[in-house]
């Protein structure tokens, strides 16, 4: 990297690449670095490139090449603090039900694909809406009635009833990117996977799944090319690769979660290394499969909670994890702080309660379970320990470790009675709720979702609050309903939270 550019002002001259996402940094010092090459790594692959079906990994890298209308001012997760992105100006009406955008001229799509318009925005929500490229953000557009493009710098949405949160959706995140139609080779832009073509100031010009990716500077960015040239993100999935790595001056930063303490303690001795350790919305919760016995039996799935020490798995990666209280990451605007939750809808830890729940629910002698894991250090470790927390009331827990993709995948199709399953969303509750728990985002509807434990169609339902939170503008209201729902949630107990990786 350039002397005297440091990391933030890296992320302003890319125009605020990863600025909105909690994410961990290191920082060598010059030796190794390569002037106008931005170069690091992460333990994770994206499932895809494509805004509309990438997550987390893929999510966080798509600031680099796609802007949404409006945007996270940079520096900031913020979501009531955004700014003007692809349009120049918005307005509201027809009492909240419609809203009219207008685009910047002469913005400019990658690989020389022409001017965005109004057409290439009415066609990116319309993608993302289709059943045939099954988006999981899907689901968080169903309210957009019509879409309509007056002319070719105006583009007007349509909604079913007013949404006091879709300004957010409309923001540099999940769905709200915006991609030029210049580029599909059908109507749902199947060919973009790992192509996408945006606007923003890098296009990928190169991606290896499982490997790397690797991004130019868009010379026409409407904000100014960035200082940057090149941009590479390479996927190194051991720890301490990705370290020496970093140490022999081939990586200009890396990207580690759940750092155990005595590496932490390492680098950050070391003074040719930065260690930056961000807040972070991601939470950790075990989802229990409500559909499939004995996770339909309330009492089984408190025992379960009971039997876990929250504090072990936590001091795994003291002091770059935190214990989770609720469903909702506290950092979002709505979580419950661990001091506004009852003692006892924590569950904490008490093993002779869970042994005696478990016998109350006619499993006197133990049960057998099955589960399955993602390699990943801060998903795979956690359910280690969890696994012995949970031997020790008589519940056998076979975990299966396979690749990410399988695990992913087998979250979503009724494999297994309970899932450790985590993530960041839109740091609103309101996001964290619907994904999760909404009825309407149950995995096996087409609107599909992150809704694993098919709660809403089984043992409780909290639809008509979040809902209520989605409807009104008010913020204070949004919080007060959503710490309700949230207590409802910890009373029905779909999935019991329990930790968050501060560089998740």
Not at 149 to 156: A, S
Not at 175 to 190: E, K, M, N, Q, W
Not at 267 to 273: G, R
Request: hydrophobic fraction near 35%; charge should be positive.
């Amino acid at each position: 990297m350039p002397r005297g550019i440091n990391r933030r002002e890296f992320l302003k001259g890319a125009g605020g690449a990863g600025a909105a996402a909690a994410m961990g940094w290191l920082r060598p010092g010059e030796a190794g670095a390569i002037p106008g090459v931005f170069r690091w790594a992460s333990g994770s692959e994206a499932r895809a490139l494509d805004p509309a079906r990438a997550i987390t990994t893929g999510d966080s890298l798509a600031r680099c090449w796609a802007n949404g209308l409006l945007r996270f001012k940079p520096g900031s997760g913020d979501p009531s603090d955004f700014e003007l992105d692809l349009a120049e100006k918005w307005d509201s009406g027809n009492g909240g039900k419609t809203y009219t955008f207008h685009l910047r001229k002469g913005v400019q799509a990658h690989h020389n694909m022409g001017e965005l318009t109004s057409a290439d925005v009415k066609w990116s929500f319309e993608r993302l809406r289709d059943k045939r490229l099954t988006s999981i953000f899907r689901g968080r557009y169903t309210g957009i009635d019509g879409i309509e493009t007056p002319d070719k710098y105006t583009v007007r949405f349509h909604l079913k009833e007013p949404d006091g949160l879709f300004l957010t959706k409309m923001m540099n995140f999940q769905g709200g990117y915006i991609l030029s139609r210049a580029g599909a080779t059908d109507d749902v832009g199947t060919n973009y996977m790992w192509r996408p073509i945006g606007t923003g100031p890098f296009q990928v010009v190169q991606a290896k799944p499982k490997e790397a990716y690797i991004l130019e500077h868009h010379e026409k960015y409407f904000r100014g090319a960035p200082k940057i040239k090149r941009y590479e993100y390479r996927i190194i999935a051991d720890i301490n690769t990705r370290i020496l790595a970093l140490k022999r001056g081939e990586l200009d930063a890396i990207y580690l979660a759940t750092l155990p303490k005595r590496l932490l303690d390492a680098l950050q001795a070391d003074p040719n290394v930065v260690v930056e350790i961000p807040d972070s919305d991601y939470a950790a919760s075990l989802h229990f499969n409500l559909r499939m016995k004995p996770m339909d039996d309330i009492r089984v799935r408190k025992a379960i909670a009971h039997a876990i020490n929250r504090k072990e798995i936590v001091d795994l990666f003291h002091p770059m994890a935190r214990a989770l209280y609720s469903v909702v990451s506290p950092s979002a605007v709505g979580g419950l702080k661990p001091e506004e939750v009852p003692e006892e809808l924590k569950y904490n830890y008490d093993p002779q309660k869970a042994k005696k729940l478990l016998a109350e629910a006619g499993h006197r002698s133990g049960l057998r379970l099955e589960t399955a894991v993602s390699p990943l250090p801060h998903i795979q470790r956690p359910i280690q320990v969890i696994q012995q927390h949970l031997a020790q009331v008589g519940i056998h827990l076979k975990v299966n470790v396979v690749e990410q993709t399988v695990y992913l995948r087998g979250s979503r199709e009724d494999k297994y009675p309970l899932v450790s399953y985590g993530g960041k969303r839109f740091p609103h509750a309101y996001d964290h709720l619907f994904e999760w728990y909404h009825s309407k985002s149950d995995v096996k509807l087409p609107t599909r979702q992150t809704n694993i434990s098919h709660y809403g169609n089984m043992a409780g339902n909290v639809d008509k609050l979040i809902e209520e939170i989605g409807r009104i503008s008010d913020q204070k209201r949004q919080v007060e309903l959503a710490k309700q729902a949230q207590i409802q949630l910890l009373k029905d107990l779909p999935a019991y939270p329990f930790y968050t990786p501060l560089l998740g």
